[in-house]
């Protein structure tokens, strides 16, 4: 099945406690499409970039077999740049520069070779830019969308729109308590899913994951990792994790579900283990299989049911 990834692709500056780069490639659209491409041999980005993108970063893209039909160079001016450093306990972290640059009039254009996709994959942009997306695409088997307290807080009137053509929506615990209003996670999932999403991921960070979806609630643990480098796109690398089972399998039961939140949590367990997205771009096809089942035996409980 097809996957249509909308996001950024940018440049990031991360330090942490454990390494420091100045530049390395990173975005939502980033991180999503390369981690769904160990599920999917059809995942299609659609971004912009500047005219100081390398070569070589599109080449990556490319060995990972990711379709850049819909990835825009604008001449322009430089792509997408955040910097960041993060604290000792890597869960906080301050952003030291943020230039918009092409990104700033990013409007999403779908070629007419991908408006069929099978799964639709929004990153974490403006949310009259997901709506944007979605009005170009052709009745979708499942659309998946990412947001932040940003536009929880600043546009929460398009935020509530483009809920309502969303399938499954993916929030930290922070978002979905400001995105409810309410502090206790199990009502404030009721409330969202009545806003539009039919299944709702709920990240709690290295406390795991909860999924609601029909009339199931799944807790699925955090992967423990041994060596914590860099927590940057570890929830957009979740949501490529997940959708990239869902597409490979085709199977949008809750049963399935579940384990594709498994899937997200694993690739995500892959993301921190090294800066940015490089242990992403190195990983063996077989690891994702090999960690998936040490997930599945580190959750099971022995003996008679």
Same mark, same amino acid.
């Given at each position: 099945?097809?996957?249509?990834?909308?996001?950024?692709?940018?440049?990031?500056?991360?330090?942490?406690?454990?390494?420091?780069?100045?530049?390395?490639?990173?975005?939502?659209?980033?991180?999503?499409?390369?981690?769904?491409?160990?599920?999917?041999?059809?995942?299609?980005?659609?971004?912009?970039?500047?005219?100081?993108?390398?070569?070589?970063? %599109?080449?990556?893209?490319?060995?990972?077999?990711?379709?850049?039909?819909?990835?825009?160079?604008?001449?322009?001016?430089?792509?997408?740049?955040?910097?960041?450093?993060?604290?000792?306990?890597?869960?906080?972290?301050?952003?030291?520069?943020?230039?918009?640059? +092409?990104?700033?009039?990013?409007?999403?254009? %779908?070629?007419?070779?991908?408006?069929?996709?099978?799964?639709? @994959?929004?990153?974490?942009?403006?949310?009259?830019?997901?709506?944007?997306?979605?009005?170009?695409?052709?009745?979708?088997?499942?659309?998946? @969308?990412?947001?932040?307290?940003?536009?929880? *807080?600043?546009?929460?009137?398009?935020?509530?729109?483009?809920?309502?053509?969303?399938?499954?929506?993916?929030?930290?615990?922070?978002?979905?308590?400001?995105?409810?209003? *309410?502090?206790?996670?199990?009502?404030?999932?009721? %409330?969202?899913?009545?806003? =539009?999403?039919?299944?709702?991921?709920?990240?709690?960070?290295?406390?795991?994951?909860?999924?609601?979806?029909?009339?199931?609630?799944?807790?699925?643990?955090?992967?423990?990792?041994?060596?914590?480098?860099?927590?940057?796109?570890? =929830?957009?690398?979740?949501?490529?994790?997940?959708?990239?089972?869902?597409?490979?399998?085709?199977?949008?039961?809750?049963?399935?579900?579940?384990?594709?939140?498994?899937? =997200?949590?694993?690739?995500?367990?892959? @993301? +921190?283990?090294? %800066? =940015?997205?490089?242990?992403?771009?190195?990983?063996?096809?077989?690891?994702?299989?090999?960690?998936?089942?040490?997930?599945?035996?580190?959750? *099971?409980?022995?003996?008679?049911?």
């Amino acid at each position: 099945m097809s996957i249509l990834v909308v996001g950024s692709v940018a440049y990031d500056g991360i330090e942490t406690p454990f390494g420091k780069r100045d530049r390395i490639l990173g975005g939502s659209a980033t991180y999503l499409s390369i981690t769904s491409s160990y599920f999917s041999d059809d995942v299609n980005l659609v971004g912009v970039v500047g005219n100081d993108f390398a070569e070589s970063d %599109i080449e990556i893209l490319r060995k990972r077999g990711i379709n850049l039909d819909g990835l825009k160079i604008d001449n322009s001016g430089k792509t997408f740049f955040w910097a960041g450093k993060y604290h000792f306990d890597l869960n906080s972290r301050d952003t030291l520069d943020t230039q918009l640059n +092409v990104f700033e009039t990013f409007q999403p254009e %779908i070629p007419a070779n991908l408006r069929k996709s099978d799964y639709v @994959c929004l990153g974490n942009i403006a949310p009259a830019l997901q709506s944007m997306v979605l009005d170009q695409v052709d009745n979708p088997k499942l659309v998946i @969308c990412d947001t932040m307290n940003f536009w929880i *807080e600043g546009a929460r009137e398009d935020l509530i729109k483009t809920l309502e053509r969303v399938d499954v929506l993916i929030i930290n615990d922070s978002e979905a308590r400001e995105l409810s209003g *309410e502090p206790n996670l199990v009502k404030a999932a009721a %409330i969202i899913r009545d806003m =539009g999403p039919d299944t709702l991921i709920i990240k709690k960070g290295e406390h795991g994951a909860l999924l609601f979806t029909g009339n199931e609630i799944f807790s699925a643990p955090a992967f423990p990792v041994l060596d914590i480098f860099d927590p940057t796109g570890a =929830g957009d690398t979740f949501m490529g994790g997940f959708v990239g089972w869902l597409a490979n399998s085709d199977d949008l039961s809750p049963e399935n579900m579940r384990r594709a939140v498994i899937y =997200g949590s694993v690739m995500a367990s892959f @993301c +921190v283990e090294k %800066i =940015g997205p490089e242990r992403l771009i190195d990983l063996a096809e077989d690891a994702v299989r090999v960690r998936y089942e040490a997930f599945k035996e580190l959750s *099971e409980i022995p003996g008679h049911a």
